[in-house]
């Protein structure tokens, strides 16, 4: 069982480029969400999606775009990279709409924007 | 929108030994989770206890336990008969039990404790 797998686990861009990060869950999870992670800070969230076909802004969505056509896949592009965006990248997914239940982390994206 | 604080950005304790980490939570909502995860220096992202607000009893697993303090809105987390592998950072994370929308589903999380175990 795979659980959450998310590629690549880094990668360098420059400004100005676009990328889509990429998370797949084998847990038939209907919830699906993106957190970013920044030195001296916890996780925040990008984007969510309660289900297939559904997604919906988290605390920083600007820079991001996500879409949710199946259960499985839950990418999340970066239209025009900014050094700002320079971060680690989580996917997690939890059963159901989530909320008490825990979530399951990828190991993570490493992005650097030159 | 809600608030979780880490007061302690780094914590040492022998191996052995007993520490507590703290964690403050500000909420004007009555339903909601609590969590503990730990992040050791692989990146990863592993949970290592839960609490349901409605449930007055702490809850444990195994050598971790959290004292849960509703009124105070205090999650503080034990560590007992610390051990190497406890190494990491440790993260406290809300969770609303309401659909709230508008871009406050989803962990709100602390900024951390980096926990320190010396042999």
């Known amino acids: 069982n795979a659980g959450v797998t998310q590629t690549p686990k880094f990668q360098v861009l420059k400004t100005g480029q676009s990328m889509t990060l990429q998370c797949a869950q084998d847990?038939?999870?209907?919830?699906m969400s993106w957190y970013r992670q920044d030195p001296g800070m916890g996780l925040r969230l990008i984007h969510y999606?309660?289900?297939?076909?559904?997604?919906d802004q988290g605390e920083v969505p600007n820079g991001y775009n996500v879409s949710r056509s199946t259960t499985e896949d839950f990418p999340l592009r970066l239209l025009s990279a900014a050094p700002s965006q320079t971060s680690v990248y989580f996917c997690?997914?939890?059963?159901?709409?989530?909320?008490?239940?825990?979530?399951?982390f990828g190991d993570g994206t490493r992005l650097s924007i030159l | 929108a809600q608030t979780v604080t880490q007061s302690q950005p780094e914590m040492s304790v022998q191996e052995a030994e007993t520490v507590t980490l703290s964690c403050t939570y500000d909420?004007?909502?009555?339903?909601?989770?609590l969590f503990w995860y730990k992040q050791p220096p692989s990146r990863q992202m592993i949970l290592v206890i839960r609490?349901?607000?409605?449930?007055?009893q702490n809850a444990t697993e195994n050598r971790f336990s959290v004292n849960f303090q509703k009124a105070a809105k205090s999650f503080s987390l034990k560590i007992s008969d610390s051990q190497l592998g406890d190494a990491a950072m440790y993260f406290c994370?809300?969770?609303?039990?309401?659909?709230?929308?508008?871009?406050?589903?989803?962990?709100?999380f602390g900024k951390g404790t980096h926990l320190i175990i010396q042999p």
């Open positions: 999606s309660v289900g297939a076909g559904i997604t």
């Open positions: 847990m038939n999870h209907e919830y």
């Open positions: 994370a809300y969770r609303s039990a309401l659909d709230s929308g508008g871009g406050a589903d989803g962990l709100t």
């Open positions: 997690a997914s939890s059963p159901g709409q989530g909320y008490g239940q825990p979530q399951h």
């Open positions: 609490q349901e607000a409605y449930k007055q």
């Open positions: 909420t004007s909502e009555s339903d909601y989770y």
